[in-house]
Protein backbone atom coordinates (compact mmCIF):
# COMPACT_ATOMS: atom_id res chain seq x y z
CA UNK A 1 0.00 0.00 0.00
CA UNK A 2 1.18 3.36 -0.84
CA UNK A 3 2.44 5.48 1.89
CA UNK A 4 0.86 8.61 -0.35
CA UNK A 5 1.48 10.86 -2.97
CA UNK A 6 4.42 13.26 -2.83
CA UNK A 7 4.70 15.86 -5.58
CA UNK A 8 8.32 16.79 -7.07
CA UNK A 9 9.01 19.97 -8.16
CA UNK A 10 12.37 19.36 -9.96
CA UNK A 11 12.66 19.58 -13.69
CA UNK A 12 11.74 16.46 -15.00
CA UNK A 13 16.15 15.89 -15.85
CA UNK A 14 16.49 15.78 -12.51
CA UNK A 15 13.80 14.20 -10.79
CA UNK A 16 14.76 10.79 -11.47
CA UNK A 17 17.21 10.26 -8.47
CA UNK A 18 14.52 11.89 -6.37
CA UNK A 19 11.62 9.88 -7.63
CA UNK A 20 13.60 6.50 -7.31
CA UNK A 21 13.95 7.00 -3.68
CA UNK A 22 10.65 8.02 -2.68
CA UNK A 23 9.03 4.54 -4.31
CA UNK A 24 11.36 2.69 -2.65
CA UNK A 25 10.39 4.37 0.48
CA UNK A 26 6.76 3.51 -0.39
CA UNK A 27 5.87 6.63 -1.62
CA UNK A 28 3.83 7.24 -4.94
CA UNK A 29 6.36 9.87 -6.20
CA UNK A 30 4.41 12.39 -9.09
CA UNK A 31 6.72 14.76 -10.90
CA UNK A 32 4.97 18.30 -12.05
CA UNK A 33 7.95 20.74 -12.71
CA UNK A 34 8.17 24.28 -11.34
CA UNK A 35 11.17 25.49 -12.90
CA UNK A 36 13.34 25.39 -16.05
CA UNK A 37 16.88 25.55 -16.02
CA UNK A 38 18.41 26.91 -18.70
CA UNK A 39 22.09 27.78 -19.57
CA UNK A 40 23.09 31.14 -20.46
CA UNK A 41 23.40 31.79 -24.74
CA UNK A 42 26.67 33.19 -23.88
CA UNK A 43 29.05 31.09 -21.88
CA UNK A 44 32.35 32.81 -23.06
CA UNK A 45 33.42 34.08 -19.40
CA UNK A 46 33.30 30.60 -18.31
CA UNK A 47 35.36 29.25 -20.95
CA UNK A 48 38.05 32.08 -19.91
CA UNK A 49 38.08 31.19 -16.55
CA UNK A 50 37.87 27.31 -17.48
CA UNK A 51 40.79 28.03 -19.26
CA UNK A 52 42.69 29.84 -16.69
CA UNK A 53 41.70 27.10 -13.98
CA UNK A 54 45.26 26.46 -12.15
CA UNK A 55 44.66 29.94 -11.40
CA UNK A 56 41.84 29.81 -8.87
CA UNK A 57 42.88 28.74 -4.89
CA UNK A 58 39.32 27.30 -4.89
CA UNK A 59 36.46 26.51 -6.87
CA UNK A 60 32.89 26.80 -5.31
CA UNK A 61 29.91 25.09 -6.42
CA UNK A 62 26.36 26.36 -4.88
CA UNK A 63 24.18 23.99 -7.11
CA UNK A 64 24.13 20.51 -8.97
CA UNK A 65 23.33 22.55 -12.03
CA UNK A 66 26.39 24.50 -12.17
CA UNK A 67 28.20 21.32 -11.62
CA UNK A 68 26.85 19.63 -14.33
CA UNK A 69 26.98 23.02 -16.84
CA UNK A 70 30.91 23.55 -16.18
CA UNK A 71 32.21 19.78 -16.34
CA UNK A 72 29.90 19.83 -19.17
CA UNK A 73 31.62 22.61 -20.92
CA UNK A 74 35.20 21.45 -20.04
CA UNK A 75 34.59 18.36 -21.44
CA UNK A 76 33.73 20.06 -24.63
CA UNK A 77 37.38 22.66 -24.48
CA UNK A 78 39.35 19.35 -23.96
CA UNK A 79 39.68 20.41 -20.16
CA UNK A 80 40.04 17.01 -17.77
CA UNK A 81 39.87 16.48 -14.56
CA UNK A 82 43.59 16.88 -13.81
CA UNK A 83 43.64 20.77 -14.52
CA UNK A 84 41.29 20.68 -11.61
CA UNK A 85 43.64 19.26 -8.46
CA UNK A 86 45.29 22.57 -7.67
CA UNK A 87 42.07 24.00 -6.54
CA UNK A 88 39.95 23.32 -3.31
CA UNK A 89 36.40 22.53 -4.81
CA UNK A 90 33.78 23.06 -2.56
CA UNK A 91 30.36 21.34 -3.14
CA UNK A 92 27.19 20.03 -1.26
CA UNK A 93 26.86 16.19 -1.54
CA UNK A 94 24.16 16.40 -4.30
CA UNK A 95 26.66 18.53 -6.47
CA UNK A 96 29.35 16.44 -5.52
CA UNK A 97 27.97 13.68 -6.97
CA UNK A 98 27.54 15.45 -10.08
CA UNK A 99 30.95 16.50 -9.94
CA UNK A 100 32.01 12.77 -9.56
CA UNK A 101 30.15 11.70 -12.58
CA UNK A 102 31.95 14.13 -14.20
CA UNK A 103 35.23 12.57 -13.03
CA UNK A 104 36.16 15.83 -11.28
CA UNK A 105 36.07 15.38 -6.95
CA UNK A 106 34.96 17.62 -4.58
CA UNK A 107 37.88 18.06 -1.75
CA UNK A 108 35.49 19.99 0.66
CA UNK A 109 31.77 18.89 1.10
CA UNK A 110 29.38 20.07 4.18
CA UNK A 111 26.75 17.62 4.99
CA UNK A 112 24.35 20.60 5.22
CA UNK A 113 25.23 22.48 2.29
CA UNK A 114 24.30 26.62 3.04
CA UNK A 115 26.35 29.98 2.61
CA UNK A 116 26.85 29.94 6.57
CA UNK A 117 28.38 26.36 6.09
CA UNK A 118 30.18 26.79 3.41
CA UNK A 119 31.94 30.32 5.03
CA UNK A 120 32.23 28.39 8.26
CA UNK A 121 33.89 25.38 6.53
CA UNK A 122 36.38 27.77 4.60
CA UNK A 123 37.24 29.51 7.83
CA UNK A 124 40.82 27.26 8.29
CA UNK A 125 41.57 28.01 5.18
CA UNK A 126 43.36 31.51 4.16
CA UNK A 127 41.91 33.05 0.64
CA UNK A 128 43.24 36.33 1.59
CA UNK A 129 44.47 37.54 -1.99
CA UNK A 130 43.46 34.42 -3.54
CA UNK A 131 41.40 33.54 -6.59
CA UNK A 132 38.39 32.19 -5.87
CA UNK A 133 35.90 30.95 -8.35
CA UNK A 134 32.04 31.18 -8.01
CA UNK A 135 29.99 29.52 -11.24
CA UNK A 136 26.30 30.44 -10.61
CA UNK A 137 22.88 31.10 -11.37
CA UNK A 138 22.23 34.57 -13.11
CA UNK A 139 19.97 35.62 -10.09
CA UNK A 140 21.89 33.57 -7.37
CA UNK A 141 22.05 35.14 -3.72
CA UNK A 142 25.36 36.60 -2.95
CA UNK A 143 25.79 36.05 0.59
CA UNK A 144 28.76 33.63 -0.21
CA UNK A 145 30.72 35.45 -2.33
CA UNK A 146 30.20 38.61 -0.20
CA UNK A 147 31.50 36.56 2.43
CA UNK A 148 34.23 35.30 0.98
CA UNK A 149 35.04 39.00 -0.09
CA UNK A 150 35.19 40.01 3.11
CA UNK A 151 37.92 37.71 4.20
CA UNK A 152 39.64 39.28 1.67
CA UNK A 153 39.26 36.91 -1.44
CA UNK A 154 39.84 37.95 -5.04
CA UNK A 155 36.25 36.24 -5.90
CA UNK A 156 35.23 35.50 -9.75
CA UNK A 157 31.91 35.66 -10.38
CA UNK A 158 30.81 33.85 -13.49
CA UNK A 159 26.86 33.66 -13.95
CA UNK A 160 26.07 30.27 -16.55
CA UNK A 161 22.64 29.56 -16.15
CA UNK A 162 19.80 30.70 -15.27
CA UNK A 163 16.23 29.44 -13.60
CA UNK A 164 12.53 30.01 -15.01
CA UNK A 165 9.95 29.54 -12.80
CA UNK A 166 6.51 28.61 -14.49
CA UNK A 167 3.83 30.52 -15.04
CA UNK A 168 1.23 28.09 -14.51
CA UNK A 169 0.33 24.67 -14.19
CA UNK A 170 -3.73 23.35 -13.71
CA UNK A 171 -2.60 19.69 -13.15
CA UNK A 172 -0.47 20.47 -10.07
CA UNK A 173 -2.90 22.38 -7.94
CA UNK A 174 -6.03 19.83 -8.80
CA UNK A 175 -3.00 17.22 -7.44
CA UNK A 176 -2.89 19.45 -4.10
CA UNK A 177 -6.91 19.38 -3.99
CA UNK A 178 -6.49 15.49 -4.04
CA UNK A 179 -6.29 13.86 -0.39
CA UNK A 180 -3.90 11.64 -0.94
CA UNK A 181 -1.40 13.88 -2.11
CA UNK A 182 1.29 13.90 1.50
CA UNK A 183 3.74 16.06 0.72
CA UNK A 184 5.52 18.21 -1.39
CA UNK A 185 8.83 18.87 -2.12
CA UNK A 186 11.29 21.87 -3.18
CA UNK A 187 14.80 21.65 -3.74
CA UNK A 188 15.34 25.66 -4.77
CA UNK A 189 13.65 28.85 -3.97
CA UNK A 190 13.23 29.17 -7.68
CA UNK A 191 10.84 26.19 -7.68
CA UNK A 192 8.85 27.85 -4.86
CA UNK A 193 8.30 30.83 -6.76
CA UNK A 194 7.09 28.81 -9.40
CA UNK A 195 4.69 26.79 -6.94
CA UNK A 196 3.65 30.51 -6.04
CA UNK A 197 2.74 31.51 -9.64
CA UNK A 198 0.72 28.22 -10.61
CA UNK A 199 -1.42 29.21 -7.46
CA UNK A 200 -2.10 32.44 -8.48
CA UNK A 201 -2.68 31.64 -12.11
CA UNK A 202 -5.43 28.96 -10.73
CA UNK A 203 -6.80 31.64 -8.33
CA UNK A 204 -5.84 29.62 -5.71
CA UNK A 205 -4.14 30.76 -1.86
CA UNK A 206 -1.53 28.35 -0.34
CA UNK A 207 -3.87 27.69 1.81
CA UNK A 208 -4.97 24.66 -0.86
CA UNK A 209 -1.83 23.13 1.03
CA UNK A 210 -2.50 23.64 4.51
CA UNK A 211 -2.94 19.42 5.55
CA UNK A 212 0.67 18.57 2.97
CA UNK A 213 3.70 18.77 4.63
CA UNK A 214 6.41 20.88 2.89
CA UNK A 215 9.85 19.26 2.50
CA UNK A 216 12.88 21.56 1.58
CA UNK A 217 16.56 20.74 0.56
CA UNK A 218 18.01 23.57 2.69
CA UNK A 219 17.54 26.68 4.89
CA UNK A 220 17.55 29.25 2.20
CA UNK A 221 14.73 27.32 0.15
CA UNK A 222 12.88 26.71 3.20
CA UNK A 223 12.59 30.47 3.92
CA UNK A 224 10.87 31.26 0.50
CA UNK A 225 8.46 28.46 1.39
CA UNK A 226 7.74 30.17 4.84
CA UNK A 227 7.44 33.26 2.68
CA UNK A 228 5.35 32.09 0.05
CA UNK A 229 2.66 31.19 3.14
CA UNK A 230 3.50 27.54 3.22
CA UNK A 231 3.74 25.03 6.03
CA UNK A 232 7.74 23.69 5.91
CA UNK A 233 7.00 20.31 7.90
CA UNK A 234 10.99 19.74 7.43
CA UNK A 235 14.47 20.61 6.40
CA UNK A 236 16.69 17.49 6.42
CA UNK A 237 20.26 17.48 8.80
CA UNK A 238 21.94 16.74 5.22
CA UNK A 239 21.27 18.52 1.93
CA UNK A 240 21.22 15.26 0.13
CA UNK A 241 17.50 13.60 -1.72
CA UNK A 242 18.31 10.37 0.47
CA UNK A 243 18.19 12.46 3.78
CA UNK A 244 15.34 14.17 2.75
CA UNK A 245 13.28 11.00 1.89
CA UNK A 246 14.44 9.07 5.20
CA UNK A 247 13.06 12.22 6.80
CA UNK A 248 10.09 12.67 5.01
CA UNK A 249 9.44 9.28 5.83
CA UNK A 250 9.88 9.45 9.65
CA UNK A 251 7.87 12.59 9.46
CA UNK A 252 4.37 11.18 8.03
CA UNK A 253 4.83 8.05 9.94
CA UNK A 254 4.95 10.19 13.57
CA UNK A 255 1.96 12.17 11.78
CA UNK A 256 0.02 9.00 10.44
CA UNK A 257 0.17 7.58 14.21
CA UNK A 258 -0.38 10.80 16.02
CA UNK A 259 -4.07 10.59 13.81
CA UNK A 260 -4.31 7.16 14.66
CA UNK A 261 -3.79 7.44 18.78
Same mark, same amino acid.
Given at each position: ????? &??? /??????????? $???? $??? +??????????????????????? %?????????? &???????????????????????????? #?? &???? #????? @????? &??? /???? #???????? @?? /???????????? %??????????????? %???????????????????????????? @?????????? +? +?????????????? $?????????????????????????????????????????????????????????????
Amino acid at each position: MSAGR &VIV /TRPADQSEELC $ALLA $AAG +FEPVSYATIAVEPLDDLSALDGA %LRRLPTYRCI &VFTSANAARIVCQRANRLGIGPASWLDA #QI &VAGP #QTAAA @LAAHG &VSA /TIVP #QRFSASAV @LD /TLASHPLAGQRV %LVPRAEQGLDTITDG %LRARGALVHEVAIYRTIPIAESPALVRA @LRERRTRAIV +F +FSPSAVAGFANALV $AAEERPEVARNISVACIGETTAAAARAAGLRVALVPSETTATALVRHLREALTREAMGASS
